[in-house]
């Protein structure tokens, strides 16, 4: 890593380009992924026809308890999700967490819905890493 020295302010570290962008998809993929768990959680309590019904699983919650589950996570996740597209410190913190949360509950829906189930973990996947390794700037206040 270079770094680089300015007259009055301690040595920081080059961002990096990939993970200052990473970070502002992040908090939009939150907030949308947000805000489709919420539809998606609605959709199962309303019992709709969208969702398979599946015989025997190894996790016995009902759909109706799986759109709980996803209207809540859903409804942190959005708000979360526009916290950081504002900058928050401690929205990045808890998107990380929200988005380990997001995997497990992905995983255990997998027999309702397995393609969207795999496509959400992906990109909870890139959440995880791009709130990760984002640093955001000092301030350049002097």
């Not at 890593?1 to 380009?17: D, F, L």
């Not at 489709?36 to 009902?62: R, T």
């Not at 992905?106 to 795999?118: E, H, M, R, S, T």
Request: hydrophobic share 60%; net charge neutral.
């Amino acid at each position: 890593m270079t770094q680089q020295a300015h007259p009055g302010k301690p040595t920081r570290s080059v961002p990096n380009p990939l993970a200052s962008g990473g970070v502002v998809f992040a908090g939009v993929l939150m907030a949308v992924y947000g805000f489709l768990a919420i539809l998606q959680g609605i959709s199962a309590i309303a019992a709709d026809d969208v969702w398979s019904h599946i015989g025997s699983y190894v996790y016995k919650i009902n759909l109706t308890g799986w759109g709980w589950i996803l209207l809540i996570v859903g409804a942190v996740a959005a708000v979360t999700g526009a916290f950081i597209l504002k900058g928050a410190a401690w929205a990045r913190a808890v998107g990380i967490g929200l988005a380990a949360l997001s995997i497990i509950v992905q995983f255990l829906f997998l027999p309702y819905a397995p393609v969207w189930a795999i496509i959400m973990i992906g990109i909870d996947i890139f959440v995880i890493w791009a709130l990760a390794v984002y640093r955001p700037e000092w301030g350049d206040a002097a």
